[in-house]
């Protein structure tokens, strides 16, 4: 599956079996040195433009030997770096760069375009926060909408709720699921449930055709909103979700850091106050390898039954065998449910216009 890590002009020199005589010529390297490389993973690990010196950087790129600096537009100015053991696949898909590698310190990370997606260290603190969230702040969920989500991680969360009948994936990117399947096990064994019906396309095509009002959540795990990912941030996209929810319905959707967007968090906050009429709450949680070290999740429900996303109804506590289901939970919990929605003062300040205007009876506020 996949390409070979190795295909950098300077690395595939070496990995050919050439070296630079410091002259310009090249000469051969003797096979005895080239089988102790082949075993030496810092060389492997520096075959990919992230990497460089053996370092991956969020913000990075290495060409003909030279460290170039990309100015991600989302976190400009910074660099996230993880030391890399060895790159264990790189491949284009028809929708992104894929590139999977052993870290020093995280464990395996999944990186699309450049940007991380998920370490095996951390990515219990993101997938456990965006299922469980919106799943403990209503009674009783059946149907639920994964959107993006390709490596399973929300499908192992949610799998915890028994009274969830049916669970449907949308997800775009093939490659996403066979290479999670492949390296992150941990996480594709989401796709094992009989209750998961995985459907390989665009989102925002597949939600046209569900029926009004077919979900009782829907969970929106999608890569950051620069490229394909731009329409998932927009309104059409949030309309077609309120539309798929029943009254009262919960969607919960990735909403990036609150240190480094806050604008787009109050163009999210705003376009939901106009589309969800129950309520809509900003939360987050810490995650050390997502940009800034934190997450943000919009949550917000469709009139209809009152839904209190703060004081969570359905505990996750009370909900048999779900703590230890597949796996033990490692960082969601009630109180770390109820203090996900603590915001500091800058953050409540910047949104506060969009909470002065809102009509206190509806639930709304980020205060
Ligand atoms: N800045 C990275 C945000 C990534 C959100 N999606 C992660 C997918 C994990 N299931």
Redesign the pocket.
Known sequence: MGEDAGRGSECQKIMDGKVNNGNGSEKAIPSCCLKARASAPELEAKCHPTVVSGWFSESQSSSAGKMVYFNNPMWPGEAHSLKVESILYKAKSDYQEVLVFESSTYGKVLVLDG????TEKDELA??EMIAHLPLCSIPSPKTVLVVG?G?G??LREISRHSSVEHIDICEIDRMVIDVSKKFFPELAVGYEDPRVCLHVGDAVEFLRHVPKGKYDVIIV????PVGPAQELVEKPFFETIARALRPGGVLCN?AESMWLHTHLIEDMISICRETFKGSVHYAWASVPT??SGV?GFLICSTEGPQVDFVNPINPIEKLEGAYHHKRELRFYNSEMHKAAFALPSFLKREVRLLCDSATPARGICVS
């Open positions: 940007i991380v997606q998920l993101y997938q989500g490596d991680g929300v795990d999608s890569s950051d990735m997502y940009p997450i």
